[in-house]
């Protein structure tokens, strides 16, 4: 990574003047830095995925089967019909250019071909050659082209520079998803072989062990004990969190990055402290899933196929287990997946009850069917009704602001609920600016499965307009942590504040939680989750107090 | 670049050569271009759009993917934001009626600029002006010219002329005098906005970048229209009595040529047949094809009623007990719960076979395992 620019490197070197030559005579260079690594074929083997063989991005020769232009075709044109998304996108953008200077990928590289339209103009060029009369009589005067190897290689370097955020979909009078485009163009890529690592691997270690790092049965419990021993120490009391049981009220469902990697582990003591102090009070029975261990699914990122097997894992241990719902924890993709797509593709979902919280008596009716309630949802409900002991005094040395994460907003409507729940356990909070926020937010950067090690400078690249909104309320209040309700984030993001916004830490709704949430019987709560003084805290923040404060 | 939009232009000028010269040198091609072709661009016309709107109903939507333009409707105290949001039909109605009829999602536009370091927005509203006005203003000339095929003229098109002839007659009075009765605003909003959109793809280098012929050849021809509607009505005085002549025989199919009426009305009625039959194979589809995207016309309440697809498949999937059978032991000695104990004697052998298949896997799962911490 020594040859990541620094950030004001990268910020002189972003211009947003097209070349004067014709896209389509720029060919696509596939650089380090900004490529991710090709797919292991282990992993495509053991999801039976075509192609599996070792190859690299950085070859000439991509190993690709004899007929590839021919599968290609047959997969378009099959998608075509099977998803009027896709069809209609094709045919009616204007090309007026409202989603250009939308995308992060865009605003951070300057690179014209990760301008929406033209992302999409990638696959639409050999849409109007295959499939419409006067694209190919026209030709290339009119956008159309054949495919071929340079093309191929166009679309792998800029479907794997979108992070499938949907905020160009926003803006389009036609909503023309481009998310929805790189959605069909991985799968294509994917009847090839053509995926990075950072997607198949997980993807194939889900698929086996249930979660996308491949901890195993004992592992995922072993790191939740880790858990237990850690809140011992800093509460005086040792949550014991439930496995794979039969008969408990709720299965809960959240991404395996929370378990393995700071941040997110603080987020995941905070569920677990969250469901112990449910559960003396109320007896409410949660239970953690380690077949089900993972909420993500980056099957979403490789194919609509691949998405519904891995997902197929919530519902079948909802029903193995006999439980009444399921909650899911803090994750982007997660959501969108659930939100939009859960319900269609492996339910319906009869065997489990309408969601209903015990201890408030609400019914979750915008679940009816799913049968699966976001966790900001649950903890927003239960604050609004008191039931939580909350003494958000231990969070006061943080100015917090929220990053809105993609999927959760363009993919769900979820705002008001985290914001509801950092309001009641934090004392100061500060929105971005309006760009920046709810529908409009910025990615992270490295959503989609790019949130690799190799792309670093495209994840910086792409994370600057988030990153640069972040630094206007650091400078405007003082703030110095950003929550989030995603995984992905937590785990990319402090690269990305550690780039851009060095002062600006990353937090998990839950941890702040966590944080406020006391325990029947616990000892004096000297430490937060991540086993920092308090006190120190405090007095640290207290210098930089003054401007701050509405 | 400029081969695009010059071709473009190249090709509507020989639109307007054959049209005009072809009127002027052979006398019988009128019956050509203010009969024959006008009907053939209608039948293309109406069978590409029927077509095209066929082709995509015929495509599945597979999915429920509206885009979430606002708060979604969970909890009974949090506000939803019914229109942009939409968790009924009602709310779903009015969120593309006013995509249509506002362009409610172009209204949200802004632009970017990089500042000191900063990512900042402009407000960038002139897009949407010049969208707005230049549909307005062509819906409105294509509803006035509802008067050339109608007769006698149906009140709203005559109130609409009214309308649209009254602002400007005021305006313009003193300083030009001219001897029509009044000038009709939409046509040169259209011709302004037509110019404006025609700039926009010339001078602001990311618009440019992306611009094919196609999207300046319909700004030419439209034009193109407007221009000869406009001369036809200010400069060249054309017998508008003959021209409502021929136009009230193609819809009442006796037809005429009237002798009096001017070539360069024949070239006007060519560019509108050729706008007529290049519609359907081309991105002014957007008009049907807003109405079918499924980010904008579906419901947000997909949590709460279950989308069905109609070609939802069987997938394989990794059971529960093809999991336990790969991690029983492990599970039973770390304490959690199974669904099969192992019997002392077969579970061995059992044990045997899917204990050589995570072997390959754990090596991938080592991966990834480690990978996070190596990007640090
Ligand atoms: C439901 C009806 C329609 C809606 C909602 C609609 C909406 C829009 C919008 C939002 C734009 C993008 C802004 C722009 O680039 O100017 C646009 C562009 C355009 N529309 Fe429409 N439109 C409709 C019908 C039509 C019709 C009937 C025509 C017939 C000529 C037309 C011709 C065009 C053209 C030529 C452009 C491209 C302008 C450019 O090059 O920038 N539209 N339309
Ligand atoms: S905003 Fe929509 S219509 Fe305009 S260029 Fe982008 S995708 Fe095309
Ligand atoms: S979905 Fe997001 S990353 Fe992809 S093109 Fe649109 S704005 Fe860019």
């Keep these: 990574m020594s040859d990541l620019p620094t950030a004001e490197e990268m910020l002189g070197n972003v211009k947003h003047r097209p070349p004067s030559t014709d896209w389509m005579d720029v060919p696509a260079e596939i650089r380090r830095g900004i490529a991710c690594y090709a797919g292991n074929p282990k992993s495509l083997e053991l999801l039976g995925h075509p192609n599996p063989r070792t190859w690299s991005c950085f070859d000439d020769d991509w190993q690709l089967p004899e007929n590839w232009q021919q599968i290609i075709h047959e997969g378009f044109k099959e998608r075509l019909e099977k998803f009027r998304s896709f069809k209609v996108f094709m045919d009616i953008c204007v090309r007026c250019g409202a989603c250009a200077d939308k995308c992060h990928y865009f605003i951070g590289t300057g690179d014209p071909k990760n301008m929406p339209v033209l992302r999409a103009e990638l696959l639409r060029s050999v849409y109007r050659n295959d499939f419409t009369r006067v694209g190919k009589l026209l030709g290339k005067i009119n956008g159309a082209r054949p495919m071929n190897y340079e093309v191929l290689k166009e679309w792998w370097s800029y479907l794997f520079q979108c992070s499938e955020c949907r905020r160009c979909s926003l803006f389009c009078p036609y909503g023309i998803d481009t998310a929805e485009i790189t959605i069909m163009g991985r799968e294509l890529l994917n009847l090839l072989g053509l995926n990075i690592d950072w997607i198949v691997t997980p993807v194939a270690n889900c698929y086996r062990t249930g979660n996308h790092l491949g901890i195993q049965p004992h592992a995922f419990k072993d790191m939740l004990d880790f858990f237990s021993d850690d809140l011992e120490e800093i509460t005086g009391i040792r949550p014991e969190p439930q496995f794979n049981k039969k008969g408990a009220d709720i299965l809960f469902v959240t991404p395996s990055g929370d378990v393995f990697a700071d941040p997110g582990t603080y987020t995941a003591m905070g569920y677990m402290m969250l469901f112990h102090f449910l559960q003396e009070k109320y007896g409410l029975d949660v239970t953690w899933s380690t077949y089900a261990s993972e909420g993500g699914n980056f099957g979403f990122f490789t194919s609509h196929e691949t998405m519904k097997r891995l997902n197929a894992k919530m519902y079948a241990e909802a029903r193995r287990l006999g439980v009444k719902w399921i909650l899911g924890g803090e994750c982007g993709h997660m959501w969108r997946v659930i939100h939009q797509y859960m319900d269609t593709m492996n339910g319906p979902a009869d065997f489990l009850e309408m969601p209903v919280n015990p201890i408030t008596g609400t019914a979750f009716t915008n679940a009816a069917s799913t049968k699966m309630v976001h966790i900001a949802e649950f903890t927003a409900d239960l604050i609004k009704h008191g039931k939580l002991d909350l003494d958000p005094s231990r969070n006061d040395h943080l100015k917090v602001t929220f990053h809105d994460s993609c999927n959760p907003a363009r993919g769900m409507g979820l705002f008001d609920e985290p914001r509801y729940v950092i309001n009641k356990t934090c004392k100061h909070f500060y929105d971005m600016p309006e760009n920046s926020i709810r529908e409009q937010t910025f990615c992270c950067g490295s959503g989609s499965g790019l949130n690799a090690g190799e792309d670093m400078e495209l994840r910086m690249a792409g994370g600057l307009p988030r990153a640069s909104a972040v630094k206007t309320v650091r400078d405007r209040h003082g703030v110095n942590m950003m929550a989030c309700v995603c995984a992905i984030d937590r785990a990319v993001l402090p690269d990305l504040m550690s780039y851009w916004v060095p002062e600006v830490d990353v937090t998990g709704v839950h941890e702040l939680v966590g944080n406020a949430l006391n325990l029947a019987g616990q000892h004096e709560r000297t430490m937060n989750l991540r086993s920092e003084e308090l006190a120190e805290l405090q007095g640290t923040a207290e210098d930089t107090e003054g401007q701050t404060d509405e | ?376």
């Design chain 2, 1 to 376: 670049m400029n081969k695009r939009y010059i071709l473009s232009l190249i090709a509507v000028v020989v639109l307007f050569l054959i049209a005009y010269l072809g009127v002027e040198a052979v006398p019988a091609s009128k019956w050509l271009f203010g009969i024959l072709i006008p009907y053939v661009a209608l039948i293309v016309f109406v069978a590409g759009f029927i077509r095209r709107l066929l082709s995509w109903s015929r495509s599945a939507v597979p999915f429920a993917i509206p885009t979430t333009g606002g708060q979604q409707k969970s909890l009974k105290w949090i506000k939803p934001s019914t229109i942009d949001s939409p968790s009924s039909k009602s709310a779903v109605f009015i969120r593309m009626l006013l995509e249509i009829v506002t362009f409610r999602s172009l209204f949200r536009n802004t632009r970017m600029k990089l500042k000191e370091g900063r990512v900042t927005y402009q407000l960038e509203i002139f897009l949407w002006v010049g969208a707005l006005a230049f549909h307005y203003a062509f819906f409105t000339v294509l509803f006035r010219h509802l008067r050339f095929f109608t007769h006698p003229t149906p009140l709203p098109v005559q109130l609409v002329e009214n309308l649209d002839s009254f602002f400007r007659m005021e305006i313009m009075q003193d300083f030009i005098q001219i001897g029509v009765p009044g000038v009709y605003l939409s046509g040169l909003v259209l011709l302004a906005a037509v110019t404006y959109l025609f700039l926009r793809r010339i001078f602001i280098g990311n618009v440019k970048y992306i611009s094919l012929a196609s999207d300046y050849f319909p700004l030419f021809l439209i034009f193109g229209i407007a221009f000869t509607g406009i001369m036809m009505r200010y400069v060249l005085k054309t017998d508008v009595a003959a021209a409502k002549e021929l136009t009230m025989g193609l819809v009442t199919f006796r037809w005429s040529i009237p002798g009096n009426v001017s070539s360069i009305f024949f070239v006007h009625l060519f560019f509108v047949s050729v706008l007529l039959a290049y519609f359907p194979f081309s991105k002014l589809m957007h008009l049907g094809g807003i109405f079918f995207s499924p980010t904008r016309n579906m419901r947000t309440d997909t949590r709460a009623v279950r989308h069905v697809n109609p070609w939802n498949y069987p997938v394989n999937v990794h059971t529960y007990e093809e999991y336990e059978d790969d991690f029983r032991d492990k599970m039973i000695e770390a304490g959690l719960p199974v669904d099969k104990m192992p019997e002392p004697q077969e579970a061995s052998a059992e044990d045997e076979e899917p204990a050589a298949k995570p072997e390959e896997p754990e090596a991938g799962a080592a991966d990834a395992a480690t990978a996070p911490e190596e990007k640090e």
